[in-house]
C-alpha cells in the first residue's frame, strides 16, 4: 500500500502563488506516475499534472498551462505543485494521485493511491 498525504494549501489572493506538496510513504518503490487533480464545488474532478519517474514527462491541463509547474523529488518520494499567478477559478480541493504506471496519465481512473485533498481558496 501507498499513502499520500497532502499540504499547502490555502487563501490567497487573485494573481498569488501556492506551492503543494504530496508526500509518499509505504510501497514508494512501486510508484513511476504521479498526478494532481482538482475538485471544485458541484464540478467533476479534472486533471491539473502529471510527472513521470524522471520528471521528463510532465501533461499539464490547457487550463494550468504556463502557470503551474509539477516537480518531484524522487529522495524525499515527494511531489510537488507550483501554482503561480492563480485565478479564482483555480479554487477547488487538490488531490494527489500516485500509480505504477510508467507513463503519467491525464485520466483519474488510472491512478490507484490517492491522497485526502487539500483546499486552495483564490479570492478575487
Known amino acids: 500500500q501507498v499513502q499520500l498525504v497532502e499540504s499547502g494549501g490555502g487563501l490567497v489572493q487573485a494573481g498569488g502563488s501556492l506551492r503543494l506538496s504530496c508526500a509518499a510513504s509505504?510501497?514508494?518503490?512501486?510508484?513511476?506516475?504521479m498526478g494532481w487533480f482538482r475538485q471544485a464545488p458541484g464540478k467533476e474532478r479534472e486533471f491539473v499534472a502529471a510527472i513521470n519517474w524522471s520528471g521528463g514527462n510532465t501533461p499539464y491541463a490547457d487550463s494550468v498551462k504556463g502557470r503551474f509547474t509539477i516537480s518531484r523529488d524522487n529522495a524525499k518520494n515527494t511531489v510537488y505543485l507550483q501554482m503561480n499567478s492563480l485565478k479564482p477559478e483555480d479554487t477547488a480541493v487538490y488531490y494527489c494521485a500516485a500509480d505504477w504506471a510508467v507513463v503519467p496519465t491525464t485520466s483519474q481512473y488510472d491512478y490507484h493511491y490517492w491522497g485526502q485533498g487539500t483546499q486552495v481558496t483564490v479570492s478575487s
Open positions: 509505504g510501497r514508494t518503490f512501486t510508484i513511476y506516475a
